[in-house]
Structures are given as C-alpha cells and as structure tokens.
C-alpha cells in the first residue's frame, strides 16, 4: 500500500477553446503528470496562467465549461476520476478530497454563523447529529487553532478577521477527515504575519490526521516554508519537479533559474535582479534627452525635496438617521523626509494609512492636519494657481493595478501625453514623437503606441504607466504598490527598470509595498506602519538587519523564508 | 497568449456579432429600417396627402378598404370619416411618430447623459440637486406627468417633444451617473486629477467613452417608449393637433366607428404601431442581451 501513491495524474491535457468553432484551443494544461503520497504537502508553483489552478479543479470535476479534459488519467486511491457523474463527484468532493479557496470571506456563507457552517459540513459528511455535531464542530476548529472556539461558533464571518475565517474554512474542509486536501493560494488574500500562523496550522493538520496537501501557490516563499516536494510549472506545462529545496536553490531549468532569480530576498539588498534582459535604455538619445533637459536645472544641494510634518487623516462617516457619526483615522501624525535622488518606502500591511499618505501629498485626499513642504513651499499656501499647477504636475504617480490605471479608450501614447496636451505643454506632432520615445525608455515597442491598453498584459501596462509619469519631468514620483498585482518575474523586470530610470535621472521616489521584501530591495530609509502610525523609520539596513521596533521584528520573522538561489 | 482585445472588448455594437445567429432579431432590424424608409418617403410614396384638405372628398368617407375613390383610384386600407385615405394617413402618422420619438430620445439622453456625469464629477451639492431631480422625476408615473405638462403648457408637437424628453432624460442620468461613478474610482481617473485636467475633459475624455455603453443599450428601448407614450397621449386628445394627426390620434379618431362595424380605422394604424414598437424591442432586446454576459451565457446552457 506504501507504494501506491494516493493521487496519481497522468498525462492530463486540458483546453479551452478560443473560438466559437473550436478549432483554436489554449491549453490550460498540457500533459501534466503528478503524484501525490499520503500525508506529504506537495507545491505547485508557476505564474499566472500556468493551469495551477486549473489542475485542483479538474482532479474536483470542477472545470467549468467550456474548458475540456481532452486526456491523461487521474487515479485516487486506485479509482480512475475521470468521467465520473456529478454525483459520484459529489460523494468525493468534502467527503475524500477537501477544497479551500484564496478568499475565505467569500468561500463561507455571510448570513450563516460559524456554528451553522460547520455543523452543517459535519452533518453532510457524517452520522454525527444534533449535541455531538455541535462538540466535534468545536474539536475541529480547535484542532484549525481557533482560539474561544467555542464562542466563534455563535458569530458570522464578518466579524472574525481573514485568517481566521481562513482557518473555519480549513475546520470544515477537515471535518470529514479526508484523505487529500486541495488548497490553491490559501494564504494570498492574508497579511504576512497572519500568513505565517495560517501555514503553520496547515502543516500541523497535514502531520496529525495524515492528510496529503496540494498547494497552489505563485509565491515560491510559501512554498519554501512548507512543501517537501515542489512541480513547477509554465504555459500548462510541466517545468521541472523534485524534493523543495533542491528545485529552489539548485535548479536545473532556465525557467525556474529565472524564477527564483526575481523572487525578491530580504536578506540582502541586491544592485539588481540578476534576469538575463538586454539592456533597452542604451539607444534612446531623444527620451533620455529629454528628461536630462530639466535635470541641469534642478539644484543638486541635498535638501529634503519633499517634507512631511505630522500629516494625519481622519474619515469622517457623516451621521444618517440610523448611525451617528463616525471618525476613522487612516494616519495619525507622520512625519518624514525624502532628499533628491533616493527612495523611501513605506512599508504595512493592510489598512496601515500607506497609500493615504501618498494620496494625501498629491493632493487627491485633504489633509486633515499637518503640512506637506514641498520643494520648499507649503503646497496649501501657494495662492498663485500658475505655481500651483506647477508644482503639482513634477509629483506623479506610478499606480497599483495595471487594469484600471490607463484609459481603456485611449491608445497608449495618448494616455502618456495627454495631461502635457491639455496643459500645452507640447505641441501634438511632438507630442507623438515623445509618447514614441518613452515608450522606447520603459522597454515597449515604439509603434506600439498607437495600440489600446488592452493589447498589453499587466506588466506592460504598468510600463506604459510609469512611461506617463516620467512624461512630466517629475521631480517626485509616488509608487503605489506598483507590483502587487504581477506575477513576480515581471515584477522583478519592473523593479530593474525603475532602478535603472531612477539611476539614469536621480528620480526620487516615495515606495509603497505590502511586500517587506520588495522594500528591502528598492528603498534607500524605511518607514514601518501600524495601523495609521509610523512605528519606525530608518536606514534600509538597520530596519532589515537591527530592527528596533518588535513590530518590525514580528513582520521580518513572519516573512516565508526563501535564501535565494544557491551561490555557485 | 490570450487575445485581449477580444476579451475586453468593452462595448460591442458590431452589428455581424449582434445579429448573425438571431433571425427573429434582424426580422426586427428590417422591418424598423423598413417603417423608418416608408415614413421617410411618405410625401413621396402616398397616394395622397392626407394634410391637404382639397383632395380630400367628404362622398369618399367611410368606405372600406379596396373600394373605388371618387376620382378613379383605389383606397386599399379603405378611408375615414373626412374621405381621407387610411394608406396616406398612416404612412404620415408613422412620419410623425417617429419624428417625434427620435428628436425626444435623442435629446433627453443628451441631456441625461449630461447631468449623470456632471453629478458623478462634481459630486457634493450638485449631485444632490441633479439625482433628487432624479428621484422625483421618477416617483411620477410618467404618463401621469406628461399629462400634467401638456394641460399646462397645451398640445401641439413641440409641447409633446418636450413633455416626453422629461421623461427619457432621469433614467439616463442615473444610469450615467452610476456607471461613471464606478469609472471615477479606477485610478486613471486618480491620473487624470494629479495631472491637473480640468473636469470638462475628464468628464468628455475619460468618463463619457467609458461610461456610455449601459446608455446606448437603452437607447432602443426609450425610443419604443417614446413611441408608445405619444401615441397614447395623441390617443387621450392631448398630444399632438388633430390637423397633423399620428398614429394614436388615427386609433382615437376610428375609435368611435369601431362599434359601428368600421374597423379599419383604427385597426391599421394600431397594427402598424404594435409592429413598429415590437421590431425595436426585438433589436433591444437582442442588444441587451448582447452586451449583458450573464444573460448570454444563460442562453449558451
């Protein structure tokens, strides 16, 4: 028995048509094989569109039309599951083979209380009933370390914070004590430090009832934490497999190389992500030019160019006729600097007031109290709207989701151009020429400014975002989580870039992440939120290597911990 | 990989994509397009002009359809009271009707269009002042307040234009103004304020091409509305002159004979009616549906 694996997938092909006729198909997975043991956690790691996902549904009998399993086999304790009716699915699913999804406030029902949830799992998956249901519901979620269990069955979903419901979802996936759990990005939607407790409840289940585990995951630090075993895979197929720390720091494949390479490292600030790109910035004389122009004007003493003296914000709920009034205080008395040429992050996670202090300094929130000094003036005391405008056009902004930054009916170069047309900043042959040439700076095809956004993938629109930013010569650029939406090979490209831009023309850049490490790669001093205060703020070093702050810490030690690829 | 541009295509008024696969849908198509070319040419076409009282023949009233007119030529919908030929009437009526509808849609969703993405822009006490317009414009039945207009300000075409852009012009803003503001949070938007771009440019550059697709969708359906709703008002005596008649105000005119066995009169121009606003429902809806995936993958199951 020892010898047979518990889930066994061979050759699995699956496809979804791209036309009505279906003579164009993608193939989602692309002879796939994988193998799982009793007991083992095993990874499944790749970018977006990799067929990760699409492989938990299929061995689930959950593809949606139109997607098809055109062949391979998938055997689960010997028995074959392909073809098999909704209704023996239905036995399986629950009941052998546990699912638990990214998001967990919406995998639970939000009218139903806890108690209700996972009685109801129990009831469906055993003979239990009535009082018994109700102490082994409890057991359960014990066992997913809920703590006061007891009382969390009595509340609703919203009223219990992510991990947590994450941790209900893992309760009633173990309730009827399957073999095999299915979990695809279980940790993606939770903050760091609730991450880390959520995988190590993961592991424990796995080790105490003997449950084999397939994580879906794209962040390789998860799975360094976790997995004894790791597939990688690309475009649905099969990249390279073996046990997790020898596929992480020794690769054998160009692709996973490349992958472990971008993953960004907290342990040590690297010059640049070591990918194999050429560099693109060498032949652009006119984009180069043109930003070098203002770079002669600007004054090179090392002043703060931007000063942020005890900036706080607070939201205020109007009072209705049901609710009295409501404050919210998103920032409470932050100050900091930012001298020409360097990056300061901040870094938190979510609902730490980050973004609000960008959006505050460019003037998209009112500031409730405190100042922004701004090249040397108050921006709320400059009367003159000419200097004004001035000012507020050489402050720009690098946004978070490439889908929604750029205007969907605008070509790409008109989105970059644009604001100088409007404020006649330039002429509109000019105007093209330029568009042309800074998307020839952020490494895009010339002629593709004539395209539509939705002709680019995520990363390319960001491009196309921070080739508008740099087209106003900014002397100050906000990055707002810039790649928190991309997979981590074009975030790493990404990153690269705006280092090279940032060398090239001495860009100061304020940097917002979620992401310690990304943090620790790009920012020169860091600045540590809490809940709307800034805990710590110092030099990249000390905040990575002598955290003084035990937040810090707690965020540091929480981190997965990926070394990087092997030094050979 | 995978092809965007076929993706998100985010407003698909394509016509082939629309229809191809629909036959009940482009019945609807030609037969409008048809009703659209005869009220066109109506001057044209006629056999007679029902405006000009001089070729009109009190001897020629009532007969029914097929019968011989007093000068030689033949009446095939039959004639109403006055002599005049139902064919000509109708086809003149449509003229007017259709006129009638298409200035009032056109203009009401103008300034719908309009006051929806000047609310969602501006915000604070101007989105206020425009949605409770909105509110009470709604909380009338819209007949009730078309009556109300035209007692006050009296009947004649104009007087009708206007009573029925008052009703097209709220739901269009508030469709405008809901799809604009889920527009206002994406951060292009954010983009476009950081780089100091006046809010007319936002509202024409950035939130109108994004914003006005759920808007086109119900274009087709305010204009069989506008259609219905004048024909009623016409019907009740306050729409349009009784010089310058339309399709309601010929079923209103034949409503009296219906009882004494003359029924053409007002039976062909309520066929013409029913049909006309039956084939642009049949388009709206098929474009509705068109542009709302839930409803086609309903379809697909």
């Keep these: ?29 692309d002879n796939t094989s994988l193998k799982v043991n009793s007991g083992q956690i095993i990874g499944i790691v790749g970018e977006s569109g990799a067929g990760k996902s699409t492989i938990g549904k299929a061995i689930l009998g959950l593809l949606d039309p139109p997607a098809k399993l055109v062949s391979g086999e998938i055997i689960f304790l010997g028995n074959s599951l392909v073809g098999l009716s909704e209704a023996q699915f239905e036995s399986l699913r629950g009941n052998q083979i546990g699912y638990i999804y990214q998001n967990p406030m919406t995998a639970l029902n939000p009218v139903l209380t806890i108690g209700e949830q996972v009685i109801e799992a129990i009831e469906a998956n055993t003979d239990m009933r009535g009082k018994n249901a109700r102490e082994y519901a409890i057991q359960l979620l014990e066992r997913a370390d809920v703590s006061f269990a007891e009382d ?17 979802v893992f309760a009633i996936a173990i309730a009827a004590k399957p073999k095999l759990i299915i979990a695809d990005e279980p940790t993606t939607a939770l903050d760091v430090t609730v991450q880390q407790s959520v995988l190590q409840t993961l592991i424990k289940l796995s080790q105490q009832e003997q449950i084999a585990i397939i994580l879906i995951t794209h962040d390789i630090g998860v799975i360094a934490e976790t997995c004894d075993y790791v597939y990688v895979l690309r475009y649905g197929k099969h990249v390279e497999q073996d046990a997790t720390n020898r596929v992480l720091q020794r690769p054998t494949q160009d692709y996973t190389r490349s992958l472990m390479a971008s993953v960004p490292l907290i342990e040590k600030r690297l010059h640049r992500f070591a990918l194999n790109e050429e560099d693109n ?51 409470k008395d932050v100050s900091f600097t930012v001298r020409r ?3 300061v992050g901040i870094v938190g996670e979510s609902g730490s007031g980050k973004s609000t202090i960008g959006r505050m300094i460019l003037g998209l929130e009112d500031i409730t109290e405190g100042s922004v000094i701004y090249r040397g003036k108050d921006l709320k005391l400059i009367t003159d709207s000419t200097e004004h405008r001035a000012h507020c056009l050489s402050m720009q902004c690098i946004f978070q989701d490439p889908y929604s930054s750029l205007n969907p009916r605008m070509t790409a170069g008109e989105n970059i151009t644009y604001g100088l047309q409007v404020h006649k900043m330039i002429g509109s042959s000019d105007a093209k020429s330029l568009a042309q040439e800074l998307m020839a700076l952020v490494g895009l095809q010339r002629e593709d400014a004539e395209k539509l956004p939705h002709a680019f993938s995520g990363g390319e629109r960001q491009r196309i975002g921070i080739a508008r930013a740099l087209s106003y010569r900014p002397d100050f650029i906000f990055c707002d989580e810039p790649t928190s939406a991309l997979d981590v090979s074009v975030q790493a490209n990404l990153l690269n870039l705006l280092k090279d831009l940032q060398e090239k023309f001495s860009l100061t850049l304020l940097f917002v992440s979620h992401d310690l490490a990304v943090i620790r790669q790009m920012c020169d001093r860091v600045i540590v939120m809490k809940e709307g205060e800034a805990l710590e703020y110092d030099s990249n070093e000390n905040i990575f290597e002598r955290p003084k702050h035990k937040y810090t810490r707690s965020l540091l030690e929480a981190m997965p911990k990926f070394k990087g690829l092997a030094q050979t | 990989m995978i092809d965007y541009k076929k993706k998100l295509a985010p407003l698909s008024l394509q016509t082939k994509s629309i229809f191809s696969g629909h036959p009940i849908a482009i019945a609807g198509l030609i037969g409008f397009v048809m009703f659209v070319l005869i009220a066109l040419l109506a001057p044209w076409i006629a056999p007679q002009n029902p405006y000009d009282l001089m070729v009109l023949d009190i001897m020629d009233g009532l007969l029914p359809p097929l019968s011989k007119l007093g000068n030689g030529t033949t009446s095939w919908l039959g004639t109403d009271a006055v002599g005049r030929d139902i064919l000509s009437a109708v086809m003149y009526g449509l003229r007017l009707s259709l006129f009638v509808a298409f200035i009032a849609t056109t203009v009401g969703s103008l300034i719908g269009v309009f006051l929806g993405l000047l609310a969602a822009v501006k915000g604070g006490w101007v989105e206020s002042v425009i ?18 207009m035209l007692a006050i300000f009296g009947t004649g075409v104009d007087k009708i234009i206007y009573a029925l852009i008052i009703g097209v012009w709220a739901s269009k803003a508030r469709l405008t103004r809901s799809s604009a503001l889920s527009e206002m949070q994406k951060e292009y938007i954010d983009a476009a304020r950081i780089s100091a771009i006046p809010n007319w440019r936002i509202m024409l550059k950035f939130l109108l091409p994004n914003s006005i697709a759920p808007v ?3 274009i087709p359906m305010s204009l069989s509305g506008c259609i219905g709703a004048e024909a009623t008002l016409s019907f009740l005596g306050v729409g349009v002159p009784i010089t310058e008649p339309s399709l309601g105000l010929l079923i209103a005119n034949g409503n009296d004979y219906l009882l004494s066995g003359k029924w053409w009169i007002s039976i062909f121009p309520g066929v013409v009616l029913v049909s006309l606003v039956l084939c642009i429902n049949v388009v709206a809806d098929r474009i509705r549906e068109h542009n709302n995936p ?8």
Excluded at chain 1, 152 to 168: D, E, F, N, T, V
């Design chain 1, 1 to 29: 028995m020892n010898n047979t694996p518990l889930l066994k997938i061979n050759n699995l092909t699956v496809t979804y048509p791209l036309n009505s006729e279906g003579s164009d198909v993608l193939k989602a997975l």
């Design chain 1, 152 to 168: 969390r069955l009595q509340k609703y979903p919203h009223q219990l914070s992510g991990g947590l419901c994450q941790r209900i």
């Design chain 1, 281 to 331: 910035l060498e032949d652009i004389s006119t984009g180069l030019h043109y930003l070098q122009e203002k770079q002669t004007t600007q004054d090179s003493t090392n002043k703060p160019i931007l000063e942020a003296r005890n900036l706080s914000k607070i939201f205020i709920t109007p009072s209705s006729l049901f609710k009295a009034k409501q404050l919210f205080t998103a920032v």
């Design chain 1, 341 to 343: 040429g360097e990056t």
């Design chain 2, 131 to 148: 949605m409770r317009a909105v509110d009470l414009k709604v909380s009338f039945p819209g007949i009730l307040l078309a009556l109300m």
């Design chain 2, 216 to 218: 086109l969708v119900m």
């Design chain 2, 294 to 301: 839930f409803l086609k993958s309903m379809n697909m199951q």
